[in-house]
């Protein structure tokens, strides 16, 4: 097992996941009904609920810096 320092990336995309994922659960318990997706199919609105915070996620991970490593077997 190493001590390696956690990367930005790994982070970034974790935590993008968790706020994603909180933001949907409060907009679902605040608006308790389906308003919130009304507008959208509903064979659309299920995969939209997964799509979101994958690309979030995605996105985070592809914006954060990479963190340098030293040489290897270090």
């Known amino acids: 097992m190493t001590t390696a320092p956690i990367e930005a ?3 970034a ?9 909180l933001v949907i659960a409060v907009l679902n318990a605040v608006v308790a009904d389906n308003s919130l997706l009304g ?3 509903v064979w659309l609105q299920a995969p939209v609920l997964a799509l979101v915070p994958t690309a979030l996620t995605w ?3 592809y914006r954060a810096r990479h963190t340098p490593r030293g040489p290897a077997g270090v």
């Open 9 to 11: 990336k790994v982070k």
């Open 59 to 61: 996105l985070a991970g």
């Open 39 to 41: 507008p959208l199919p």
């Open 13 to 21: 995309a974790s935590t993008a996941a968790f706020l994603a994922g």
